[in-house]
């Protein structure tokens, strides 16, 4: 499984960014694939989720009304729509992917132990 990020950049706050990650090498659908991000000095944060093999999702409270989640038709990729960033969203985002479960359960997706596989991780910086 390869999953690749892009998308990040600076951005004003109030502004929005689309992240992207390109996933590649699943053997079936049963998967699903979502977001984290880690802020300096904390610990990796769940955001987002879309299984593939039931079609829940899930997002956090911490970011929603803001971020959404899709997956393209073909399923080659998720993207994370974000709106309304603000300084405390400066943080690099990571592209995560998970199969045992491979449904949106928050308690599973809350969890960055959880996940089989992660991509390299896109920096999103959010400032005046």
């Known amino acids: 499984v390869q999953l690749v990020e892009s998308g990040g950049g600076s951005v004003h706050p109030g502004g929005s960014l689309t992240l992207s990650c390109a996933a590649s090498?699943?053997?079936?659908?049963?998967?699903?694939l979502g977001w984290f991000r880690r802020a300096a000095g904390q610990k990796r944060e769940g955001l987002a989720c879309?299984?593939?093999?039931?079609?829940?999702?899930w997002v956090a409270d911490s970011v929603k009304g803001r971020f959404t989640l899709a997956a393209d038709s073909a399923w080659n990729g998720v993207t994370l729509q974000m709106n309304n960033l603000e300084p405390e969203d400066t943080a690099v985002y990571y592209c995560?992917?998970?199969?045992?479960?491979?449904?949106?359960?928050?308690?599973?997706?809350?969890?960055?132990?959880?996940?089989?596989?992660w991509g390299k991780g896109t920096t999103v910086n959010v400032s005046i």
């Open positions: 879309i299984s593939r093999h039931d079609g829940t999702d």
């Open positions: 090498g699943f053997k079936d659908g049963r998967y699903a």
């Open positions: 995560a992917a998970e199969k045992m479960v491979a449904r949106c359960y928050d308690y599973v997706w809350k969890q960055d132990y959880a996940m089989e596989h």
